[in-house]
């Protein structure tokens, strides 16, 4: 059995936190009056998602991965996935499916202790996950609402080809567009969405300079669990409007200072006043247990310096930026180039540049039970990143959301031998 | 009256193809024709492609309880499904040496990783990712599923097979309609009399055809339906009749499916080796034989787990079927850790109560070896049926 966690201190956050989090608030109070408002509503996913598109209809967007990992935070996702269970769903698959829908049978009540209004429109647009597809038939039957299906193809030989993009924009034009149409009752405006990818090119190159500010040494920022609060809004509700651009402004100063001050990262315990390991992460990281799991690597000096997970609702470092030139291109590209769509030898060559390129120590995979796009092939690119960079790989097992896969012990165990072993093999340490 | 030794030869014979996990009929194959053989995991490629250009399509179905896996477990955590462990065994083992090219269908996100770690271990072969859409207007998916054909047919033809024509395709969709029609027949004589076909056996045979050009497989559909239609001393028994959903792709132990039979079942419906009903009806050799195998997919084809269901109701097919089949009740017996099998099961279920069947579930592992509980959970299952028919 886990030792129960200690109570803990308030966690300390910066301004660019405190706006995110008032940020959020206004999209879940948006949400709550909608029925009264009468806003429309789209459930959709993170990866993949088509937010520019659904903001110039004035659709809101929901996201159940999103609502999930929140209901885990708040430690409301044992009792969820019980009663999905209880339901019939079996023990085998996505947590994340689960948590959704026992919230949903729970009243549907959000992260803000809100209801969440029942969607106008599923809009399965998604990538580089097959129970996405799984998890909006579900909800259908339990909604009987439109569903907007965008099927992405996979990146299997590690290019985006143009059958594939001629296939996703065709998708988009004759399939997503005219449902969008027919829930709102408004027409395609183009200009209107070209305003939005405009807004998110400049959030992501604001991003991705906070990303790679973890090539300094110190690192200003830990690119994993302090990553996830970075990539809230732009992977969100909020890619594409004024909102994401003002945060990401803002939290580029923030690190820059940092930078200039030479500080580390920013943990909610307080900040990483050394640095003794570098590593690089694998994998989503747990949310029941998150801020027991980070306080694991800051006690020992460990601070991510790059992460996969990071990279989840879009690879942004490779170049890529939403291009209001070419919307509906534009937006094909996106999708297709989300991290869980690259293929295994792409996502090995991409964790062995991050290994060189950010000088780390060493990579740690955390794989979790709940979702094989990530994990299936985990060990593989463990041994090819071991062999590739020089550098020793650790590897943990945890969950998405499911409390039963987090043993507190057993992964300190662990992280603590990784880090030990990082430390034998220094040079300059004796053997 | 003793069965006629001419078909205990013919299951026999199938058996010990079941059996060549070595793939050793494969390579007996390529040194008589010198052609290419690629094989494909489950549940559905178009082989009359590959046949059209000579090359044997190999059906891989995972290994089999036997199979001692050692480097394939340290591929796979605990909670992957077991299908990906056998494959990486069975190549790292060199059973697979004989193949030229390995072909994953698009099932599920362990199946397309997997085709990843195949292009890092087997830098050799030809490794192809089938994306199939899951859109299926023939204007979006059916253009982006021909390019994907005529991308396999090119890479093909770089590694030696025949250049693709209209006129070779036409024959092989011909023959493997003909091929399609015996499997129909044989699962039509086994909803009618299943004590003629044992699924067991069916199994068996139908696994044998993976390993054959369709041009043996064929024959043997045929032999084994007309004598085994003909043997009267296969008598019916009491027993339920069930259908048995969810095994589409890791297969289950051919000990769980004898389980299930000895335990008071008659499979009277199933999902095994889907392959060979994946497309339900003939595919017209008119017009452009490409477009048709497309047509074919987009709107002939089994609602599989693996498949989007964009109109009408989640589960329909399995009404349709129970209906079709007469089975009493259903089996939910899907490999552990199976995502389309599981996440469709809760929507599977509900269909099996709109139709107001009975059903049970459990799961199962291609290398399970212990079935009693299963035989205890079957058989009352079965014992029920037959109870609350009878009331």
Known sequence: MSPAPTAAAPARKDDSQVRQKAMIARHFDRLAAAPETGARTAYTFVPGNLTELLLSFDVLPVLPEINALQSAMRGK?????????????????????????????????????????????????????????????????????????LHVPYQADGRITDAMRTYVVDQL???????????????????????????????????????????????????????????????????????????????????????RQGKGPVTPEGEVERERFRVVVEGPPNWTSFRQFWKMFADEGAVAVASTYSKVGGVYDLGFRHDPDHPLETLADYCLGCYTNLSLPTRIDLLTRYVSEYRADGFLINSVKSCNSFSAGQLHILREVEARSGRPGGFIESDLVDPRYFSAANIKNRLESYFQMIEQKRPGVAS | MSEDPRLTALVSAAGTLFRDQALDAVRAWKARTGGLAVGFLPIYVPRELLHAQGVLPVGLMGGRPDLEIIKGDAYYQSYICHLPRSTIELGLNGSYAALDGLIFPAICDVIRNLSGMWQMLFPHVLVHYFDVPQNFDPGIGGAFYRRDLEALATALAERGARPLTAEALRESIALYNENRRLVRELYALRRREPWKVPTHELYVV????????VEESTPMFAGYLALTSADESRRPQDQARVLVAGSFCEQPPLALIKTLERSGCYIVDDDFVQVHRFIRSDIPVDGDPLQRLVDALLTDAVASPTRYIAGGVKGADLEQRLAESSAEGVLFCAPSFCDPALLDQPMAVRAAERAGAPWTAFKYAENSGQFQVIREQAGTFADSIKLWSNA
């Open chain 1, 77 to 149: 996702t044992a009792e969820y996935i019980a009663i999905a269970e209880k339901h019939g769903h079996s023990e085998d698959v996505c947590t994340y499916v689960k948590s959704d829908i026992g919230m949903m049978k729970s009243g549907n009540i959000g992260p803000t202790g809100q209801r969440l209004p029942s969607p106008d429109l599923l809009l399965l647009s998604y990538t580089g996950c097959f129970t996405f597809m799984k998890w909006f038939e579900l909800l259908r039957e339990e909604y009987h609402c439109p569903v907007a299906m």
């Open chain 1, 173 to 259: 034009k004759q399939v997503v567009i005219p449902k969008l149409e027919e829930v709102t009752g408004r027409k395609y405006d183009e200009d209107r969405l070209r305003e939005h990818l405009a807004r998110s090119a400049q959030a992501e190159d604001d991003l991705v300079w906070v990303l790679q500010s973890a090539k300094n040494v110190p690192s200003p920022i830990d690119a994993y669990f302090g990553a996830v609060y970075y990539v809230g809004p732009i992977f969100s509700a909020f890619r594409g409007t004024t909102d994401a651009v003002d945060y990401y402004r803002e939290l580029r100063e923030e690190i820059a200072e940092r930078i």
């Open chain 2, 206 to 213: 139908l696994r044998a055809a993976l390993l054959m050009p």
